[in-house]
């Protein structure tokens, strides 16, 4: 197996140097916290016929089109970390000679395994890793891998959409260096007063614990389950076509459930993830604008469909607050702790990641029978335990088909491999009865 380095100049519109944008600067943290630049990215077939010359334009597209593409961080002797975004440059295109007995397939997830894996420089590295396999002749494969700062998921799909046409109307999402000026302007920061308000009540009327502890510390410490549940799914569409509800306030409400169950503890403190994209010119945007917003949900006495309701008037008051600078929330935050003599936590985050599988499939709803019949098809996996760091309890929902495909990540030291178990399987159960019965009471 041998690789080449291809030079792939390029050259756009926009230049400079600022503070980071408060999504980049949630990232940021993320990374310096759990010890990663957060890779995001994929090894795929490419059409056949697809040649070197088409893979260095698309790569050189992306380059000249997005500004988070030419974006580098500067660490500066005053302690701020800042992105400059760089007018032109060269990047590198690797191409992989794979030899005639190797399997193409492999050789891309290795490269991509080794991309993934390879310690990143945010100050002198693009934050693109790109690589075409080639096999007797012919371009397989493509790896690409982003440091996470460029995009996020709903960027990733504009990216790609963009890519598939070669649009080159002028980019009109406000870019990350604009978002940063809007941020230190008068009006950005009234909008952040406002949400460090709404954050300092919340912080200021919940209860100070989510977790009772872990009788069941684990090294490494960081444990991750995950669930596939077709029947869950089933359910969640008899749910919707019932309430008329979308899918996702209805998987909000089955893991507020599951939590109060499991946990024990109510009123449930979610943090949820907002896209942040329905915010005025960002709805194009590509550059990473996911954060959180604190969604409280006191279930006692509700059936299902009134914890419903309530869960889907209280998400959209948490998306609303979901926009800020994260150093400042941290603060205030603090602040409020120390008023209160205690340590408030707030580690409990829900992510629902879906995007192609993000709408319901038409035809009529799922009958009872059709959702018990599919409980046997659930499966349990479990991750690789790992010692860096992480949240307390993190939830995604994953982007998968004909199913709701969950993945728990939890510090052992708060809960048990057997609670992040419990916590999958009872998700399962509160959709399913959810399904059969509105009426009976969820805490």
Not at 227 to 240: E, F, G, K, Y
Not at 376 to 382: E, K, M, N, Q, V
Request: charged content about 25%; proline content about 7%.
């Amino acid at each position: 197996m041998r690789s080449e380095q291809i030079a792939v100049p390029f050259e756009g519109d926009g230049s400079g140097v600022e503070e980071l944008a408060w999504g980049q600067s949630e990232l940021w943290r993320a990374m310096q916290r759990q010890q990663t630049f957060m890779p995001i990215g994929y090894a795929e077939p490419l059409p056949p016929g697809t040649t070197i010359d088409t893979v260095i334009d698309g790569l050189r597209y992306w380059m000249s089109r997005y500004q988070t593409m030419r974006t580098r961080l500067r660490h500066d002797p005053d302690g701020h970390t800042r992105q400059v975004v760089h007018a032109t440059g060269e990047v590198t295109l690797e191409v992989i000679d794979a030899d005639d007995h190797d399997d193409p397939a492999k050789v891309a997830e290795e490269t991509r395994l080794r991309y993934w894996h390879t310690d990143y420089d945010f100050v002198d590295e693009w934050p693109v890793r790109m690589a075409v396999i080639r096999h007797r002749g012919a371009l397989t494969h493509q790896v690409v891998v982003l440091c996470h700062l460029v995009t996020d998921g709903f960027g990733g799909l504009i990216m790609l959409r963009d890519l598939a046409s070669r649009d080159t109307a002028p980019v009109t999402a406000t870019q990350p260096l604009e978002q940063a000026r809007w941020q230190q302007s008068p009006a950005g920061r009234r909008h952040l007063a406002t949400v460090l308000r709404h954050w300092e009540d919340v912080v200021r009327s919940v209860p100070a614990r989510r977790f009772p502890g872990s009788d069941d510390r684990r090294t490494p410490r960081h444990w991750q389950v995950g669930l596939d549940s077709p029947a869950s799914h089933l359910a969640v569409r008899a749910i919707a076509a019932r309430t008329t509800v979308d899918a996702s306030p209805i998987l909000l409400t089955i893991f507020a459930v599951a939590m109060a169950r499991v946990i024990g503890t109510n009123p449930v403190v979610i943090r949820v993830v907002a896209s942040n994209r329905f915010r005025r010119g960002l709805a194009d945007s590509v550059s990473p604008l996911t954060q959180t917003g604190p969604c409280v949900i006191d279930l006692a006495g509700l059936t299902f469909e009134q914890a419903l309701a309530r869960t889907a008037r209280r998400a959209f008051v948490a998306y609303k607050h979901a926009y800020y600078d994260s150093a400042a929330l941290d603060e205030a935050i603090a602040r409020v702790c120390d008023e209160r003599g205690e340590h408030v936590d707030l580690s409990c985050f829900f992510n629902d990641r879906r995007l192609v599988t993000r709408d319901l499939p038409d035809g009529p709803p799922p009958t009872p029978d059709e959702i018990r019949a599919a409980l046997g098809r659930s499966t349990l996996r479990w991750g690789e335990p790992t010692d860096k760091p992480s949240e307390r309890l993190f939830v995604n929902v994953n982007d998968v088909p004909d199913t709701v495909d969950i993945t728990i990540f939890a510090d052992t030291h708060y809960v048990s491999p057997a609670g992040m178990e419990a916590c999958a399987r009872e998700m399962e159960a509160v959709a399913v009865a959810a399904a059969h019965d509105p009426l009976a009471r969820v805490a």
